[in-house]
Every structure is written in structure tokens, then in C-alpha cells.
């Protein structure tokens, strides 16, 4: 219990020692690494998914190469990269390697939401007159985003975590505190830091969270509540 203390202590009292960023400076660092890295996993990630969802071809190689993608181990391809590109080109290392980690999960969340629709609803759809164009945007997209978002929302969750690696190459990041309080046996540090990280991945999830009530078009909500009243009566029936 001391020791919790003393790391809120150690995190509201506006020093975090010599040699460390302050905390703000090393959240932002910490939350551009992370929002960067998706965006651009997502700019990869999101049109191969749908393509595959909307066509239904390649998705036993698009399995495959998630899977290689998630065997490989964070830390010794950052320091591969690294060593690969020069210590000048470290964020661009770092980049990579969180990009790299978050395609799986945004891959699988967009070609997951499109096999999810019901195949009666795209055959009505293009019974209407629909081009597949429109199938696609008006269709299959707004029935599939809540299931990207999910994709999107394991992926944050899995690169902010990750990202504690950075300060590893000097990148900064709230990995420093970890790294720098193990050596020093400051351990009111290390768990500072680990609660500022635990933290903002709570506040990101539960905005990924509340991003996917909304993307949820309102019939599935209200459709969803309508199974699962019943559900619960009889639940509650076979209790009595």
C-alpha cells in the first residue's frame, strides 16, 4: 500500500526525477507514437479488409500473414530495425514496428464486419438496383463498422502497451519511467509509470468503446435489446 502512495505521489508532485520528461511532455510522446502507428496501420489495414470482405478471395492469405505478423516478437524487431536503419532513423523504427503490430487486428475487424452481414441483406440490397459500389458504401460499410472499430480498438489497446519499448532507443514515452526506476530501484517510478500507461489505455478504450455504441446503426441496438429481453426472462424464470 506504501508503495502505491508513493507512486501517486511521485506522479502528482510535478517532479519525475533528473533526466526524465515531465509527464505531460512524455504522454504526448507516448499518444503520438500510438495515434500515428494506427492511423497508418489503418490506412493499410482497412482497404485490404474490406476488399476481402466485399470479394471473399484472399482471406486465407490475409490469415496467414496476421499470424506471422502477431509471431513476431516487438522488442527484437524494433532493435532490428534500428540496427537496420541507423540510430537517426529510430522513430521511423519504432513506426514501423508498432504499425506492424496493429495491422492484424484492423485487418481481421474489417473483413470480419463485412462476413458478418447477413448475405440476405446484400442480395436485397442488389435486388434494388444497387451497384456494387453502392452495395459497398451504403451497405456493407455502415453494417461492418462496428466490428472495425473493434479492430481498431484491440490495435490501440496492444500499441499503447507496446510502445513502452520505445524509451528503449530513446524515444522517450512513458516506458521511460519503467526503464529508468528498475536500474535506480526506484520502484515507486516504475509503478508510476505503469499506472500513467494503464491509464491512458482505460481513458482510449473507453472511447473506442463509446465510438462503437455509436457506430452500431440504431436497428441492431434495437434489435439486439429485443433477443436479449427475452433471453433474460427466461434466465430469470429458471432461477425462480
Known amino acids: 500500500m506504501n508503495l502505491i502512495l508513493e507512486a501517486f505521489a511521485w506522479i502528482f508532485s510535478g517532479d519525475p526525477g533528473r533526466g ?20 497508418v496501420a489503418a490506412l493499410i489495414a482497412v482497404p485490404a479488409g474490406w476488399a476481402i470482405g466485399h470479394t471473399g ?91 472495425l472499430v473493434a479492430g481498431l480498438r484491440a490495435a490501440t489497446l496492444q500499441v499503447v502497451a507496446t510502445v513502452t519499448i520505445a524509451a528503449y532507443v530513446n524515444l522517450g514515452g512513458l516506458g521511460q519511467y519503467i526503464i529508468a526506476g528498475i536500474p535506480l530501484r526506484r520502484f515507486d517510478i516504475v509503478l508510476g509509470g505503469a499506472i500513467l500507461v494503464a491509464a491512458l489505455a482505460l481513458a482510449l478504450d473507453g472511447l473506442f468503446a463509446l465510438w462503437q455504441r455509436v457506430a452500431t446503426p440504431a436497428g441492431i441496438r434495437a434489435a439486439t435489446r429485443h433477443h436479449s429481453g427475452p433471453a433474460r426472462s427466461n434466465r430469470r424464470a429458471a432461477t425462480a
Open 20 to 39: 526524465l520528461a515531465p509527464i505531460p511532455v512524455a504522454l504526448g510522446e507516448h499518444v503520438w507514437f500510438t495515434v500515428v502507428s494506427v492511423l
Open 57 to 147: 478471395k484472399g482471406r486465407d492469405i490475409a490469415v496467414a500473414i496476421s499470424g506471422a505478423a502477431r509471431a513476431v516478437p516487438s522488442f527484437g524487431l524494433l532493435i532490428l530495425l534500428v540496427l537496420l536503419l541507423g540510430v537517426l532513423r529510430s522513430a521511423e523504427a519504432a513506426v514501423i514496428t508498432f504499425v506492424l503490430l496493429a495491422i492484424p487486428s484492423i485487418l481481421a475487424g474489417a473483413y470480419a464486419g463485412f462476413e458478418a452481414i447477413d448475405r440476405k441483406v446484400i442480395d436485397a440490397a442488389r435486388a434494388m438496383g444497387m451497384t456494387p459500389w453502392q452495395v459497398l458504401w451504403k451497405v456493407e460499410v455502415p453494417l461492418g463498422l462496428p466490428l
